[in-house]
T-cell receptor
Framework: NAGVTQTPKFQVLKTGQSMTLQCAQDMNHNSMYWYRQDPGMGLRLIYYSASEGTTDKGEVPNGYNVSRLNKREFSLRLESAAPSQTSVYFC?????????????FGQGTRLTVV | AQSVTQLDSQVPVFEEAPVELRCNYSSSVSVYLFWYVQYPNQGLQLLLKYLSGSTLVKGINGFEAEFNKSQTSFHLRKPSVHISDTAEYFCAVSDLLGSNYQLIWGAGTKLIIKP
């Protein structure tokens, strides 16, 4: 059982370039999330999708867009990368967005913008 | 909105010694609390969670945490650590975002095991 799979694992971009981070889960979860992790700041929610067909902004959505392609896949797009977007990005999923919901995480994408 | 404070950014401890990682949250209303662990170069995985009932919660790998409502704390403990416990530990609390509940995260505590 693969769980949550993210691609790519590493990426270096030049300022202004665009890219899409891919995420897929095989647990039939309804909710999916994109976080960024920066040293000393924990995880910050970028966007989430409570269910197929819906997406909503999280704490730090500026500079990003998302697509919930189907129930399995949730992609994150950087249209014009900036050095401030250098971070580790995690995709996560949960059965639904309830208070007691456990989140399952991918292994992360380490992005460097130069 | 909820906030989570992890009081120590790093905790060094000798192997086989006990350890406590501290976590405080902001609201005294009903909350669900979580501890996640992140091993080097990996994603996060659930260590334990408090939903209701007994205030002492046991998790994987010998960890436990105690929910203290009056002190709004959820500290993580282990009586004897091993080198394999080297990781970063995150405390999180559920909070309402829109019409769904999301996790609000602490900044993390790095557990450093000294041989």
């Amino acid at each position: 059982n693969a769980g949550v799979t993210q691609t790519p694992k590493f990426q270096v971009l030049k300022t202004g370039q665009s890219m899409t981070l891919q995420c897929a889960q095989d647990m039939n979860h309804n909710s999916m999330y994109w976080y960024r992790q920066d040293p000393g700041m924990g995880l910050r929610l970028i966007y989430y999708s409570a269910s197929e067909g819906t997406t909503d902004k999280g704490e730090v959505p500026n500079g990003y867009n998302v697509s919930r392609l189907n129930k399995r896949e949730f992609s994150l797009r950087l249209e014009s990368a900036a050095p401030s977007q250098t971070s580790v990005y995690f995709c996560a999923s949960s059965i639904r967005g309830n208070m007691n919901t456990e989140a399952f995480f991918g292994q992360g994408t380490r992005l460097t913008v130069v | 909105a909820q906030s989570v404070t992890q009081l120590d950014s790093q905790v060094p401890v000798f192997e086989e010694a006990p350890v406590e990682l501290r976590c405080n949250y902001s609201s005294s209303v009903s909350v669900y609390l979580f501890w996640y662990v992140q091993y080097p170069n990996q994603g996060l995985q659930l260590l334990l969670k408090y939903l209701s009932g007994s205030t002492l919660v046991k998790g994987i790998n010998g960890f436990e945490a105690e929910f203290n409502k009056s002190q709004t704390s959820f500290h993580l403990r282990k009586p004897s650590v091993h080198i394999s416990d080297t990781a970063e530990y995150f405390c999180a609390v559920s909070d309402l975002l829109g019409s769904n509940y999301q996790l609000i995260w602490g900044a993390g505590t790095k557990l450093i095991i000294k041989p």
